[in-house]
């Protein structure tokens, strides 16, 4: 058994590393998917809004059902429905069928959660919050890695293969938790009824949500089909709190909320995977765009993938360092300062995205940031609450990081629908304002955390720097 401990946190990450390697098909290939799929950018860049919106509820629904007995078989089926969309994307025949592949791949989304609950459960005890916080950081360190993979594919033969090289590496996933994960079911794990309404509302609201951000452009932003869909969205999440409040086993307890780390952690996750997205997804575009756009650098997609490589070496150092100065440093502290390093790329690539140097130093800061902020979201959690909501909670953080994602992607797709040149691609206009919004809101939640730690300062003892 402690041959199987010793193995399984190493096991975790590479089954997590499916994320990052399935993330990496979406926002580097828009352009390409654009162009043989023949729909416009703005319309390609529903197959990262569509993905993350499938994470958005399948992550919550995934990290209540880790909190039971089933974990290994619920990892197993999720990859087996992630290898599955992964082939209808490899073969779709049009660009209607190849979003159905992006829904299902959307599962990968909840793979952290499922990891991190089995990592509670089975790891050592003196390691298993060096696994937690590894886990968060997997998908920003893998990326880097997912991505000039995805675009050497891609170079070298077609966009096709890439999914077919996804649907390998989850398969190695499968064998990987066959053989090394702990079977089930998990005897000392409870055993409680399902939330279903919660899980349906909390996807009709999400789902409501992001169709009005993403096509708010068309319909227009006054037009009472879109006000009618936000007012229905918040009707329908105002419902779903109502239930998860008042049901004795909610989808995602509200009630850890009233702690005020998890509060402070799930509150940064949403801004900041929307500045992540926001400047993700616009980079990738600058970087391939040809130079008649004013703005593009015009790399074939063999190269752009190593546009993301500092993003994985940024967000892997800081989550070192993290580790080594925790016991140092209060966790509360750190998310400001990561907040901190991620509004200063924001701001970078918004003032200076022109040459490739800048967007390449624009991705290892952005990592820095990145790295040092999600390694402290779980472990506010993971020491916050009690040991049977650990799922659902660190499923919570997981939902609003995808969420804010969402977001992001749904409003850089709406702001360069609004802003298109002749020739299909975005205007210098829409890339600038797209990369303003992103500074400003990384701004935002920079300022909101340095405040919380000033009013929060003098009221903290020596206990909470553990």
């Known amino acids: 058994m402690t041959e199987v401990r010793s193995k399984l946190g190493p096991a975790l990450i590479y089954a997590a590393l499916s994320t990052a390697i399935v993330s990496s098909l979406g926002m580097l290939l828009v352009p390409t998917i654009s162009r043989e799929m023949?729909?416009?950018?703005?319309?390609a860049q529903w197959m990262l809004t569509a993905n993350l919106l499938v994470g958005a509820v399948a992550t919550p629904v995934m990290g209540r059902i880790s909190d039971g007995p089933h974990k290994k078989r619920l990892l197993l089926w999720s990859l087996t429905i992630i290898f599955v969309g992964s082939v209808i994307a490899a073969t779709a025949p049009n660009f209607s069928i190849f979003l159905v592949g992006r829904l299902l791949q959307g599962l990968t989304y909840g793979i952290v959660p499922v990891t991190i609950a089995l990592a509670r459960r089975?790891?050592?005890?003196?390691?298993?919050?060096?696994?937690?916080?590894?886990?968060?950081?997997?998908?920003?360190?893998?990326?880097?890695?997912?991505?000039p993979l995805t675009g050497i594919i891609a170079g070298l033969f077609d966009f096709r293969f890439a999914f077919w090289f996804a649907a390998l590496f989850v398969v190695s996933a499968i064998i990987v938790v066959l053989r090394v994960v702990p079977a089930g079911p998990d005897e000392m794990a409870p055993r409680t009824p399902f939330d279903f309404a919660g899980a349906v509302l909390l996807g009709l609201g999400l789902g409501l949500l992001l169709l009005g951000i993403s096509e708010g452009p068309n319909w227009g932003w006054g037009s009472l089909l879109t006000i009618g869909t936000f007012l229905v969205s918040v009707i329908t999440l105002w419902a779903w709190a109502k239930v998860e409040l008042a049901s004795a086993h909610p989808l995602i307890n509200l009630r850890v909320l009233r702690n005020g780390e998890v509060l402070l952690a799930n509150s940064t996750a949403i801004g900041l995977g929307a500045v992540m997205y926001?400047?993700?997804?616009?980079?990738?575009?600058?970087?391939?765009?040809?130079?008649?756009t004013g703005y593009g650098i015009a790399l074939q997609v063999f190269w752009a993938g190593w546009v993301m490589f500092p993003l994985s070496v940024g967000s892997f150092t800081a989550n070192r360092v993290v580790r080594k100065v925790s016991h140092r440093i209060p966790l509360a502290t750190l998310l400001p300062v990561g907040s901190c390093i991620m509004a200063a790329s924001a701001f970078l690539m918004w003032l200076s995205h022109a040459q490739l140097w800048e967007i390449l130093l624009g991705m290892l800061v952005l990592g820095l940031g990145m790295g040092a902020s999600y390694a402290a979201m779980p472990g506010l959690i993971a020491r916050s609450v009690a040991t049977e909501e650990l799922g659902s909670s660190v499923s919570f953080n997981q939902v609003l990081r995808t969420v804010g994602s969402s977001f992001g992607t749904a409003v850089s797709g709406a702001v360069l629908a609004a802003h298109m040149a002749p020739d299909a691609h975005p205007t210098a206009e829409g890339i600038d304002l797209t990369l303003a919004i992103s500074a400003g809101l990384a701004a935002v939640v920079f300022i909101a955390l340095l405040v919380h730690a000033m009013i929060t300062r003098p009221k903290q003892s020596p206990n909470h720097r553990r």
């Open 38 to 43: 023949n729909v416009s950018v703005s319309s």
């Open 122 to 147: 089975y790891v050592t005890p003196d390691k298993v919050r060096s696994a937690i916080s590894s886990l968060s950081v997997t998908v920003a360190t893998g990326i880097g890695i997912g991505y």
């Open 278 to 292: 926001l400047g993700l997804s616009i980079s990738s575009l600058i970087a391939q765009a040809p130079a008649t």
